[in-house]
């Protein structure tokens, strides 16, 4: 019997390592630290893996989606139209420039309803980031519509979605550019933080480079004011090395997320949430609506099961936001979701054993409820 399932797997993801600590022991003696030949071809692996013209590395996530806001020229005082339910980094980009989000409800995908984004444009709206939330994909289609009608850019926010699909079209490479987070706790993670950007745009990449670099065309010269936001190039050895498995690691949480899925959906108290068809969903959290929630993920923390909620307060209501003067409420099904979601841990690591305890716990937690009553 399983005693414990862990929620990070990263201890084992960097256990067999010899061979990455040869290329780290190389590329530190080559002294290429800052935008070094490694980055190079680990831009050129990621651009090719999600079908993108370019991919341009930059310190983290949260620049990702910040560095090509700015390129597009949005700041103080422009509205951008964003996701009530996202991680506080999505905000953070969008704060950072001096423009203000504009939230708009999921729906049971954990994605922005698109059905509500057009009330909320106006003249002041200057961009939309729709968010990736969880492994999904917000319905690009219809955002795409929306962008066109209005001549708006799009930052797809695919952070938690990589190699994520709606009707075979990759997070990513539907806006104009897209954010990807190579954070430890992300499906392709390195040893810090970082990010990349993907576009086609030949124009866009080369103002995204000079962002990233403190707007230098070389050492001497200087075209813009940007940042110091470049992903270290010791991490894109890391990078190159962890790449080729991207698409095995999708696999393998898709494939852990249908065994969950088969045998949780038999349990009453459990809905899943909608899996729709022409979606990859690829499971960067694994989450299920549950009955009495907050009993049950105690009791999954009591068996060793590392269950979290993602999250218990969304960010629309936390108090770094009170500036927006939301309360709860405004955001329905955000607000209603924030009482039902649990995670359970989906990642490529756990063993079938693991997954049968998970499903055993839930289940025999709402037996014994029901005995109970
Ligand atoms: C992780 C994440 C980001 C960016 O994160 P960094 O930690 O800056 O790499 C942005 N949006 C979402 C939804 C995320 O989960």
């Known amino acids: 019997m399983v005693k414990k399932v862990r929620y990070s797997y990263l201890p084992q993801q960097f256990e067999n390592i010899d061979d990455l600590w040869i290329q780290l022991k190389e590329f530190v003696k080559s002294g290429d630290f800052t935008l070094g030949k490694p980055l190079q071809e680990f831009e050129n692996k990621f651009a090719k893996l999600i079908g993108v013209k370019h991919a341009i590395g930059v310190n983290s996530g949260t620049d990702a989606i910040k560095l090509p806001l700015k390129a597009y020229g949005v700041g103080h005082g422009d509205e951008v139209i964003t996701a009530a339910n996202t991680f506080v980094a999505t905000v953070g980009a969008i704060t950072e420039i001096g423009a203000k989000p504009i939230f708009i409800d999921c729906d049971d995908t954990f994605c922005m309803n698109t059905n509500l984004i057009e009330e909320k444009i106006n003249e002041k709206t200057k961009a939309i980031v729709p968010v990736h939330f969880t492994g999904y994909m917000t319905e690009m289609n219809h955002v795409m519509k929306l962008a066109q009608k209005y001549n708006l850019p799009v930052i797809e926010d695919a952070c938690q979605s990589i190699l994520g699909e709606i009707d075979n079209k990759k997070a990513g490479t539907w806006g104009d550019a897209g954010a990807f987070s190579l954070h430890p706790l992300k499906n392709l993670n390195v040893w810090s933080d970082g990010g990349l950007i993907t576009c086609n745009d030949d124009e866009l990449a080369k103002k995204l480079r000079l962002l990233r670099n403190h707007g230098l065309i070389d050492r001497d010269n200087v075209s813009l004011l940007g940042y110091n936001s470049r992903l270290d190039t010791i991490q894109?050895?890391?990078?190159?090395?962890?790449?080729?498995?991207?698409?095995?690691?999708?696999?393998?949480?898709?494939?852990?997320?249908?065994?969950l899925d088969s045998n949780l959906s038999k349990i009453n108290?459990?809905?899943?949430?909608?899996?729709?068809?022409?979606?990859?969903?690829?499971?960067?959290?694994?989450?299920?609506?549950?009955?009495?929630?907050?009993?049950?993920?105690?009791?999954?923390?009591?068996?060793?099961?590392?269950?979290?909620?993602?999250?218990?307060?969304?960010?629309?209501?936390?108090?770094?936001?009170?500036?927006?003067?939301?309360?709860?409420?405004?955001?329905?099904?955000?607000?209603s979701h924030a009482k039902k979601i649990i995670s359970f841990p989906c990642d490529q690591h756990l063993e079938k054993e693991e997954l049968d305890y998970i499903i055993n716990t839930v289940s025999s937690f709402y037996s014994k409820s029901k005995s109970d009553n």
Do not use: M
Request: charged share 20%; with cysteine.
């Open 236 to 259: 894109a050895v890391v990078g190159n090395w962890l790449i080729p498995q991207t698409n095995s690691i999708a696999d393998k949480r898709i494939e852990n997320a249908a065994y």
């Open 269 to 335: 108290s459990i809905t899943l949430p909608p899996r729709p068809k022409n979606y990859k969903i690829v499971y960067h959290l694994y989450i299920v609506f549950a009955e009495k929630r907050d009993e049950l993920l105690e009791y999954c923390l009591t068996k060793g099961i590392e269950a979290k909620v993602h999250y218990p307060i969304p960010i629309y209501r936390q108090p770094a936001l009170s500036f927006l003067n939301h309360s709860e409420g405004d955001f329905p099904v955000t607000d």
